[in-house]
Each structure stands twice: as structure tokens, then as C-alpha cells.
């Protein structure tokens, strides 16, 4: 690998560090760079997933204090989140290369849809009246829901604490910021568990994986000191335009 390519990977790294620390979609800018650098899809999602585990650790870290008092339920959680990303991450191997090839520009333009939308449609989901009333069995839709979400974490994972965001929001009586908080432990999980079943399947780059890890560590930090001052617009607004050029080129 050149020193330009390196340079890419650890600054797309630190990009999508920060990113999944406030938002959730820094795939979007991890994924595209591996490829761009010559790494088929397959070698790129896997090491992407692995090399993003550091980072999302240093997002927990930076939002420790919402953290607080939210253990018990993070852990909770998490099982669904961890047992989800088994499956996906089992299926994304499991399942004939040209599957992923021909399903990964759509996953980007879903991901980048969501990314985009996520204000209006976390505001059109909420529901008018206490959650009790309009959700019968509320607890059970949101454990669904993490798990569905932690598959597609496994199997691919952009925008994946998008989808986690919104879940919580809907579905829990909490300040944003410290659901973010529990998103990123949730997100973090479901990577990690995926990402040991792809270390042991032999198809990760580990140098790939050692840039996106230095970069997205940095970015982790600055996305905690950031997340609560930068504006969302713009930042939303550079994902969906590397997402949806990316989608386009792979689908051309």
C-alpha cells in the first residue's frame, strides 16, 4: 500500500469515527475509501467492520457521562444487538460474494435515505400519546428492532446507528444525547461481534483495518467533544452526498 492510500484510510478512519460518535453513518465514508484503494467489497465491509471496533470504543468512552445510570440497559440491549450481528455477519459469509456485490449499492442508497430523512422521520414515528397506549408491548417491538437493526450491523452496518437512534427515540422517554450515548455501546457491540467472526474467517486486510482503527480512535474523542455543537444539517449533508456518489458509481 502506498503512503496516499494510507493517508486516505486513516483520515477516512478518523472521519467515520467522529461521525458514528454523533450520528451513525461513517461507513459511508470508510467503505467507499477501501474500495476506491482497490479492496473488493467483501475485503472492505469486513475490514471496515473491524477496523471501526476502536473507534466506536473511543465514542463510549467520550460519552461516559450519559452513559450514567444506563447500564442495565445498554447490557440488555446489547444482547439483542450482539445475538442480531451473529446472524448478519454469518450471512454476509455464508452467502455468494456476488450477492453482497449486487445488494451493497442499494443497502448504501437505503442508508443514505435514512441519514437524510432521520428528522422527519423520527418525528413522524414518535408517537402523539404515552408510549403504553399507541405500543401495547412496547419492550418486545424494541428488542425486535435492535435485533433486525444488528443484523443488518453484521451484514453490512452503515447507518446503522441511524436506525438505532430513531428505534430508541421512539420507543424510550430519554434526553437525545444520552440515548446517542446508548446507540453507540449498541452499535459498538454489533461490530465487535462481527468483527470476530471475520477475523476468524481470513478475509480481513489487517493493514486496512490498523489505518481505520488509528484514525477512528482520534475521531471517537472528537466526535464526543463535537457531537454537541457541530451542525447536524452539514454533517448529514456530506454523508448523503459521498453515499449516494458511491451507490451510483457501484451501480453504473
Same mark, same amino acid.
Given at each position: 500500500?502506498?503512503?496516499?492510500?494510507?493517508?486516505?484510510?486513516?483520515?477516512?478512519?478518523?472521519?467515520?469515527?467522529?461521525?458514528?460518535?454523533? %450520528?451513525?453513518?461513517?461507513?459511508?465514508?470508510?467503505?467507499?475509501?477501501?474500495?476506491?484503494?482497490?479492496?473488493?467489497?467483501? =475485503?472492505?465491509?469486513?475490514?471496515?467492520? *473491524?477496523?471501526?471496533?476502536?473507534?466506536?470504543?473511543?465514542?463510549?468512552?467520550?460519552? /461516559?457521562?450519559?452513559?450514567?445510570?444506563?447500564?442495565?440497559?445498554?447490557?440488555?440491549?446489547?444482547?439483542?444487538?450482539?445475538?442480531?450481528? %451473529?446472524?448478519?455477519?454469518?450471512?454476509?459469509?455464508?452467502?455468494?460474494?456476488?450477492?453482497?456485490?449486487? !445488494?451493497?449499492?442499494?443497502?448504501?442508497?437505503?442508508?443514505?435515505?435514512?441519514?437524510?430523512?432521520?428528522?422527519?422521520?423520527? /418525528? &413522524?414515528?414518535?408517537?402523539?400519546?404515552?408510549?403504553?397506549?399507541?405500543? $401495547?408491548?412496547?419492550?418486545?417491538?424494541?428488542? =425486535?428492532? %435492535?435485533?433486525?437493526? #444488528? !443484523?443488518?450491523?453484521?451484514?453490512?452496518?452503515?447507518?446503522?446507528?441511524?436506525?438505532?437512534?430513531?428505534?430508541?427515540?421512539?420507543?424510550?422517554?430519554?434526553?437525545?444525547?444520552? @440515548?446517542?450515548? =446508548?446507540?453507540? *455501546?449498541?452499535?459498538?457491540?454489533?461490530?465487535? !461481534?462481527?468483527?470476530?467472526?471475520?477475523?476468524?474467517? #481470513?478475509? %480481513?486486510? &489487517?493493514?486496512?483495518?490498523?489505518?481505520?482503527?488509528?484514525?477512528? !480512535?482520534?475521531? $471517537?474523542?472528537?466526535? #464526543? /467533544?463535537?457531537?454537541? /455543537?457541530?451542525?447536524?444539517?452539514?454533517?448529514?449533508?456530506?454523508? =448523503?452526498?459521498?453515499?449516494?456518489?458511491?451507490?451510483?458509481?457501484? @451501480?453504473?
Amino acid at each position: 500500500m502506498d503512503a496516499v492510500s494510507a493517508l486516505a484510510i486513516a483520515g477516512a478512519g478518523l472521519a467515520a469515527g467522529a461521525i458514528n460518535t454523533i %450520528v451513525g453513518s461513517g461507513s459511508l465514508i470508510t467503505f467507499p475509501t477501501l474500495l476506491a484503494v482497490g479492496y473488493s467489497p467483501l =475485503v472492505a465491509n469486513v475490514s471496515n467492520t *473491524v477496523g471501526l471496533v476502536p473507534g466506536s470504543l473511543s465514542g463510549i468512552h467520550a460519552y /461516559r457521562r450519559e452513559l450514567s445510570g444506563q447500564g442495565r440497559r445498554a447490557a440488555f440491549l446489547g444482547a439483542f444487538s450482539c445475538l442480531g450481528a %451473529v446472524i448478519g455477519a454469518l450471512l454476509l459469509l455464508w452467502l455468494p460474494e456476488t450477492s453482497f456485490r449486487r !445488494v451493497v449499492p442499494y443497502l448504501i442508497l437505503v442508508a443514505c435515505a435514512l441519514v437524510a430523512f432521520q428528522p422527519w422521520l423520527t /418525528r &413522524w414515528l414518535r408517537p402523539t400519546q404515552p408510549p403504553t397506549r399507541r405500543f $401495547g408491548h412496547r419492550g418486545q417491538l424494541l428488542y =425486535v428492532g %435492535v435485533f433486525a437493526t #444488528g !443484523v443488518y450491523g453484521g451484514y453490512f452496518g452503515a447507518a446503522q446507528g441511524v436506525i438505532l437512534i430513531a428505534l430508541l427515540g421512539i420507543f424510550i422517554s430519554e434526553q437525545l444525547q444520552r @440515548l446517542n450515548a =446508548v446507540k453507540n *455501546v449498541l452499535a459498538m457491540l454489533a461490530n465487535l !461481534v462481527a468483527g470476530v467472526i471475520f477475523a476468524l474467517s #481470513g478475509h %480481513v486486510s &489487517w493493514e486496512a483495518a490498523g489505518l481505520l482503527a488509528a484514525g477512528a !480512535v482520534v475521531g $471517537g474523542q472528537l466526535g #464526543g /467533544r463535537l457531537g454537541r /455543537r457541530l451542525p447536524a444539517p452539514a454533517l448529514r449533508a456530506t454523508v =448523503v452526498v459521498v453515499g449516494t456518489a458511491v451507490a451510483i458509481v457501484l @451501480l453504473v
